[in-house]
Nanobody
Framework: VQVVESGGGLVQAGGSLRLSCVAS????????IGWYRQAPGKQRELVAS???????NYADFVKGRFTIYRDNAENTVSLQMNSLHPEDTAVYYC???????????????WGQGTQVTVSS
């Protein structure tokens, strides 16, 4: 299973970015897809996640600003980020919980990350 993120970049405070994540390869089903971020010197933290049936989970620090979308048919997830703050600067990673056959167990796959930089 390959996980590829895109959409990062440099934006001014108050601006918006949309991140995309695509999972490909030998996939039987995907459970939860989540976005995590890691700032320099800090631990990786959950930003938002969405399950296969649409259950949503947002970190408190992004509620009302970020929205996660999922296209099950295309194995893609997007993260719309509005009202960005300098403290949102981090590498954003997509995390896919998937299994490759009916009899497999769910495993976690990570993308390589995409840099988001918010200038003040």
């Amino acid at each position: 299973v390959q996980v590829v993120e895109s959409g990062g970049g440099l934006v001014q405070a108050g601006g918006s970015l949309r991140l995309s994540c695509v999972a490909s390869g030998n996939i039987f089903s995907i459970n939860v897809i989540g976005w995590y971020r890691q700032a320099p010197g800090k631990q990786r933290e959950l930003v938002a996640s969405i399950s296969s049936v649409g259950s949503l989970n947002y970190a408190d620090f992004v509620k009302g600003r970020f929205t996660i979308y999922r296209d099950n048919a295309e194995n893609t997830v997007s993260l719309q980020m509005n009202s960005l703050h300098p403290e949102d600067t981090a590498v954003y990673y997509c995390n896919v919980n998937a299994k490759q056959t009916r009899w497999d167990v769910f495993r976690t796959y990570w993308g390589q990350g995409t840099q988001v930089t918010v200038s003040s």
